[in-house]
């Protein structure tokens, strides 16, 4: 597999091991959503601990209204975080 492939498998375990807890393995509810910005983003996202910064996150996410992030609202997070890293490691360089 290459580098790629396997980063790809990883989003998808990722997503997979913290949606479902409450029931959906197909959503992450709000509660879910602050697991994985404490465990997985915690470098990224050292407000992801602050309740109004997980709400305000949720409700930017959830296109649908649902209260829930589905793996396509999940993977609009992802690509955000990884183009506005991407963007400072460039800054940082020059």
């Known amino acids: 597999m290459t580098e790629l492939e396997m980063a790809m498998g990883m989003i998808i ?4 091991r913290y949606s ?3 029931g959906d ?3 992450l509810t709000k509660g879910e959503l602050r697991t994985v910005l404490e465990k997985e983003l915690s470098g990224f996202l050292e407000s992801g601990k602050d309740k ?3 709400d305000k996150l949720l409700k930017e996410l959830d ?4 209260a829930k992030v589905d793996f396509n609202q999940f993977m ?3 690509a955000v975080l990884t ?5 400072y490691f460039e800054q940082e360089e020059s």
């Open 13 to 16: 375990d990722v997503f997979a």
């Open 20 to 22: 479902g807890a409450k």
């Open 25 to 27: 393995k197909l959503s």
């Open 52 to 54: 109004s910064t997980v």
């Open 63 to 66: 296109a649908d209204g649902d």
């Open 76 to 78: 609009m997070l992802v």
């Open 83 to 87: 183009s506005t890293c991407h963007t």
